[in-house]
């Protein structure tokens, strides 16, 4: 729940900082994904549900045509944190497939009561 919690703070403070300041989505994706990495190392679950959040945004950002964004939500923190080694980050990446997963469903449920 907190990291619910968190990740929707973290998504308006993304907001805030794109009408305040006029910046791309792209340029404050790289910082919220980068915070997002930290707080779940430091006080969250790990790179299990950091990978679930990152995919989640990813897909959202791929489904609302913010490419720069989509771009910055890659998991390259965790790359360089495992120092490139992806024979160690293979078991986490199945993680990042239930965030993609769970990314689509929300735009599907999103796409069924917005009306063109």
């Known amino acids: 729940m ?3 919690l968190i990740a929707l703070g973290l998504w308006w403070a993304g907001a805030a900082w794109v ?3 006029g910046w791309a ?3 404050v994706g790289v910082w919220l994904n980068l915070l997002w990495f930290i707080y779940q190392n430091e006080l969250g679950q790990g790179w299990l549900f950091y990978l679930r959040g ?9 489904g609302y045509r913010q ?3 989509a771009w910055a939500l890659l998991p390259w923190p965790l790359l360089f944190a495992g120092r490139f080694e ?3 980050l293979w078991p986490y990446f199945p993680a990042w497939g239930e965030g993609l997963m ?3 469903v929300v735009y599907l449920l999103v796409g069924l ?3 063109p």
């Open 2 to 4: 907190l990291d619910g």
């Open 19 to 21: 009408r305040r300041f």
């Open 25 to 27: 989505w792209g340029v």
């Open 54 to 62: 990152v995919g989640l945004a990813f897909l959202l950002a791929v």
């Open 67 to 69: 490419y720069g964004l």
């Open 86 to 88: 992806l024979q160690m």
């Open 102 to 104: 769970l990314g689509a």
């Open 113 to 115: 009561f917005r009306r």
